[in-house]
T-cell receptor, first 114, second 111 residues
Framework: NAGVTQTPKFQVLKTGQSMTLQCAQD?????MYWYRQDPGMGLRLIYY???????DKGEVPNGYNVSRLNKREFSLRLESAAPSQTSVYFC?????????????FGSGTQLSVL | GNSVTQMEGPVTLSEEAFLTINCTYT??????LFWYVQYPGEGLQLLLK?????DKGSNKGFEATYRKETTSFHLEKGSVQVSDSAVYFC??????????FGAGTRLFVKA
């Protein structure tokens, strides 16, 4: 029972390079999220997908794109990486839209952009 | 807009000391409130939650009470252990799909 799986765990990019962060869940959850974690700023929402086939911007979407490939998978793409995108990225899921439902998190991707 | 403010860390305590981490919020409607914990190298996991005013969430000796009159949800534990060393995040969810997090408070517990 893997839960939420993120790949890769670590990545180093040069400025201008592109890459895709992968997230897959086996919990049959409808909503999926991408957050970034920066020191002193907590977690900030980049994009989310309320259900298969829909995506919406969060608090800090600039420089990112997402794809909800199917119910299981939600990928985050950096088209032209910048040093400001150095961060730890977390994928999360939620089983229902009720406000009392918790989030389930993956173990994170540590990204450095040089 | 909705927001969560929690005390800055790091907080350093000796084993068996009393812990309080303050959290206040601003929200429209009737949010649910959460504390998540992050251990080194891991993702966040739910510690406890409360879904309406005056509810008390509790887990593993930690407690927090949803105070609507003071818009607060302070985390407390009577006797911390070294294994409680982690980063603690206060969060809220209102109607819709988004959860808002505080900046996190790092706790160090010394033996």
């Amino acid at each position: 029972n893997a839960g939420v799986t993120q790949t890769p765990k670590f990545q180093v990019l040069k400025t201008g390079q592109s890459m895709t962060l992968q997230c897959a869940q086996d919990m049959n959850h409808n909503s999926m999220y991408w957050y970034r974690q920066d020191p002193g700023m907590g977690l900030r929402l980049i994009y989310y997908s309320a259900s298969e086939g829909t995506t919406d911007k969060g608090e800090v979407p600039n420089g990112y794109n997402v794809s909800r490939l199917n119910k299981r998978e939600f990928s985050l793409r950096l088209e032209s990486a910048a040093p400001s995108q150095t961060s730890v990225y977390f994928c999360a899921t939620r089983g229902a839209t009720a406000t009392n439902e918790k989030l389930f998190f993956g173990s994170g991707t540590q990204l450095s952009v040089l | 807009g909705n927001s969560v403010t929690q005390m800055e860390g790091p907080v350093t305590l000796s084993e068996e000391a009393f812990l309080t981490i303050n959290c206040t919020y601003t929200a429209t409607g009737y949010p649910s409130l959460f504390w998540y914990v992050q251990y080194p190298g891991e993702g966040l996991q739910l510690l406890l939650k409360a879904t309406k005013a005056d509810d008390k969430g509790s887990n593993k000796g930690f407690e927090a009470t949803y105070r609507k009159e003071t818009t607060s949800f302070h985390l407390e534990k009577g006797s911390v252990q070294v294994s409680d060393s982690a980063v603690y995040f206060c969060a809220l969810t209102t109607g819709g799909f988004k959860t808002i997090f505080g900046a996190g408070t790092r706790l160090f517990v010394k033996a």
